[in-house]
Nanobody, 124 residues
Framework: QVQLVESGGGLVQAGGSLRLSCAAS????????MGWFRQAPGKEREFVAA????????YYADSVKGRFTISRDNAKNTLYLQMNSLKPEDTAVYYC?????????????????WGQGTQVTVSS
């Protein structure tokens, strides 16, 4: 199995940027497709972005397309989420997740391992 630890969250003004990281340990990172999800207070956890095992395929929620970029460095066992042009509605706890296999997916139920989350707060 793999252990995931997110970092990089914080408080930022609208229009600002943050870069989230997810450090993986345990089983070889490169065997997992990865995803980012978020959960705002009182709302269900939702898909943000996903990336295939090798990094060649990426998917984004419509709400973040053009503003967020998912990437991974398999040599460093790390997943990233670059978030630009942040909006107050991006405020949430952000989670990284791992799925054993090649293919990335937007389906939350297909992910096997989860981090503890990192808080992102965007002020207006």
């Amino acid at each position: 199995q793999v252990q995931l630890v997110e970092s990089g969250g914080g408080l930022v003004q609208a229009g600002g940027s943050l870069r989230l990281s997810c450090a993986a340990s345990g089983r070889t990172f490169s065997v997992y497709a990865m995803g980012w999800f978020r959960q705002a207070p009182g709302k269900e956890r939702e898909f943000v972005a996903a990336i295939s095992r090798g990094g060649s395929d990426t998917y984004y929620a419509d709400s973040v397309k053009g503003r967020f970029t998912i990437s991974r460095d398999n040599a460093k066992n790390t997943l990233y989420l670059q978030m630009n042009s942040l909006k107050p509605e991006d405020t949430a706890v952000y989670y990284c997740a791992a799925r054993f296999g090649t293919r990335a997916t937007i389906r939350i139920q297909e992910y096997d391992y989860w981090g503890q989350g990192t808080q992102v707060t965007v002020s207006s």
